[in-house]
Structures are given as structure tokens and as C-alpha cells.
């Protein structure tokens, strides 16, 4: 007996309802990024291992998917290298190639490869898969989908405005309360500088971006493992568990970095975004006809978080990340500034800052809210009933003359009972069944049932067309 056939962990097939729902996701962003003029790309699912690795910390690096060589991979491998069973050396020469991780270093690397091509500052959209050796969990899939929105080629502080009203928007749109986080990477640096371990710097931001999931005291033991001493772990915890509103948030630690250059260049960054947007309470009445207020308030609440890190290695300024407030899942969005990222690929001072949409998880959000519109779900409006050829050849013409007007149709492939093609239509939730015997070929006419009502009227081809749309 055959085995059952399955898909890998961490992955999901999508049927025709899940992938109506997705698609209304990927409208919906689509349609705001597309209203600050940005423009949509793609990139190969394979990148070479040269262009993957070391962007992305060391964890990040060991969640790369990567592909073996084609042909004797095994060919340029010595037995001794093979008795050693260094996994990281044998990788080295058995695979050029990964699957992306994000879409963000192909990106960077795009912008390099393509500059001649594009005006800057360039506004690009993209949306595909990636892939992570993660442990499968809830909310975290090893093949998953991300909606990123980057600009190129400009350091104005205005992007992060901009992108930050895209965040409020889509999920204004979507009917979804959320908390948006904010917080800059130079104040992280800073904060390294004046506790004494400025060249531990990424095990700190790497320890505190784990802060929500593990907790003060583990944070603190990882910290401590990384080699900081107990004094500097100690000067830590007022800051990483600073409270009070954003203003004041911003007034203690920039006391608290008044020697750190580098510091207050992120607190004076972080005020600025913060005042030209405003905050309002998330209590605030969702509107899903406007982009942002006049006066740009978002409709979500800004709060400044100082543990928040973003482990990956490259962002350098504003960072970001989004979190639904009424079902328990993790980030749903997140990103920020990163200057030098294009510079590993040799372009050096092109500065970029994006967000990333994470699909998978909003979809799973909206699934646990219900909020998905009804019309979303694009089922077919009407269902001729096949009664035999001649009713066919009789309603062929009709159909076309529907399916014109855009109405979604469906001609029912087979002359089959009559209750099999009504029972069609119920479990495709068809709102509208049209039936063509003798008597209407007769007149001319369709009789159109209502599937939720049981109504039927005959109509001329052009009232029926007229009665749906």
C-alpha cells in the first residue's frame, strides 16, 4: 500500500477559500503602497550563499535553507573531510546556493546590480515567498510569505513618516487593532557606549530583542554569558524596563545619553518621527475609508520600546515592529533603516529603510478575529444549469454576453440531475442559479433563482445581467 503523501513541516497547502482570503491580504497592501508611489519587483527564490550569508547575524545564518550543487556534489570532498563531519566546512563546498531568507539583502542586491536602471529615490514593492529552518510553531512556518516596502536613496526621515502611516493604514483597512513599536538603533548603540561594552553591541541588542519571550532574568543570564560583567548588566535594567509616556521616555534617555553622540543623534531621530506623527489611543474609532487624519495622527497607538532590537544585523536608525492586541500572536510587521546594507555588495552610502507585512501571520489574525468581508471570498455569482446540448448551445451566448459584464459565471460542465447542480451551487455558496428549459428558449428568456430567498423571476438575457451587477 502506498504511503500517504504529506508536505514538510512548517509548510501549508492553500485551498480556493484560503487563497481568497490571502489574496484580499495581498490586495489590500498592494493598494496602499501603490497610493505612496511605489512600484512592484521580483526576485529569484535562489540566491547565491555569497550574497546570503553575513547579513543576517549568526542566528539568521543558521536558519538558512541551502541547496546542495547539482551533479557529484561530493566530487571536490576528501574522505578526511567527510570523517570530520564539520557541517559548516562540507556546506561551504557542497552548496553555492540558498533559498532567501527575507527580501530584503535581494533586494539590496538588485538595487547594486540594477542602479543604472532606476531613479532614486526608488520606492519598491515585493511580494513572495521565504524560507527559514525554524522550529514550526504557532505564527512561525519555515515557508511563509512577506509583503516588504523599501526606499532607496534617500536619508530623509520623512520615509519613516510615510512608512509608518502605510503600517496604520493596512491594518486600519484590515479592521485590526494594533500596537506599533518603535525604537532606533543608534540609542541601542548608545546605550552600549555608556554602560562600557560599546563592542557588544549586537549580543545586547541580539539578549533584549528576546526580552517579551523569555523574560528579565534569562536576558539577563545571556547577557552575562556574552561576557558582560554584572555591573554593566546591571546598568542595563533601568533602561530596558524604562516606563512613562513616549515624551518622557525620550527625556530619561537622552539624560542618560547626554555623552554618547551616537545616542542622541537616535533619541533626536526617534522625536522627530514620533512628533510629526502623534499617537492617539488604540481606542480610536478604525475608519477603513482614510489613509491617515489631516493632521497625520495614526489611528494605532506609536509607542517607543526600547527593548525592542530587531536582531537582524543590518538596521542601523528607526526600527519597527507590529503586534495585533486582540489574539495572541507575534510580530506581524517590522522593519527599519539600514545604511550600509548595499555597501557589503560595494556600493557604499546608499541609505534604505522598509517594512515587511507578515502574510501568513495577518492571515492568521484576521482568521481568528473573522474579519474577513464576505465579497472577499470571490466565490462564482451565478450557475447556468446544464439540461442537455441544446439548452447548452442555447446558453453558451448568454454566458458570454454575463461574463462581459463582469459578472463571475459558471456553466455547469455536465448534463447531470438537477439536484447534484443545485447541490454544486450551495457548496460553492453561488448566490444566483440560472435555468434555461423549452419554455424560456421559447421566449427568450433565463429564469434566475435567488439560492438564499428560493425566488425565481424569467428575464431577458440583458435584465438578468442587470439584477446581478
Known sequence: MANKPS??????????????????IFNTIRSVYELYGFQQIETPAQETLQTLMGKYGEEGDKLLFKILNSGDYLSKITDDELTERNTLRLASKICEKGLRYDLTVPFARYVVMHREELQLPFKRYQVQPVWRADRPQKGRYREFYQFDGDVVGSDSLINEVELMQIVDTV???????VQIKINNRKILTGIAEVIGAADKIVDITVAIDKLDKIGI??????LRNDGLT????EKLQPIITLSGTNDEKLHTIAEVLKDSETGLKGVEETRYILSTLGSCPVSCPVSCDSVATPNLK????????????????????????VKALDTEMGSISGGGRYDNLTGIFGMPGLSGVGISFGVDRIYDVLNALDLYPKDSLQTSQLLFINFGEKETAYCLPIVAKVRAAGIRTELYPDAAKMKKQMAYANAKQIPFVALAGESEMAEGKITLKNMLTGEQVMLTPEELTNSIL
Do not use: W
Open 7 to 24: 508536505i514538510p513541516k512548517g509548510t501549508r497547502d492553500f485551498g480556493p477559500i484560503e487563497m481568497a482570503k490571502r489574496n484580499y
Open 171 to 177: 491594518f486600519t483597512r484590515f479592521g485590526v487593532r
Open 217 to 222: 532574568d534569562a536576558v539577563n543570564d545571556e
Open 298 to 321: 495614526l489611528h494605532n497607538e506609536l509607542q517607543l520600546d526600547l527593548t525592542l532590537a530587531r536582531g537582524l544585523s543590518y538596521y542601523t536608525g528607526a526600527i519597527f515592529e
Open 230 to 233: 554584572d555591573e554593566q548588566i
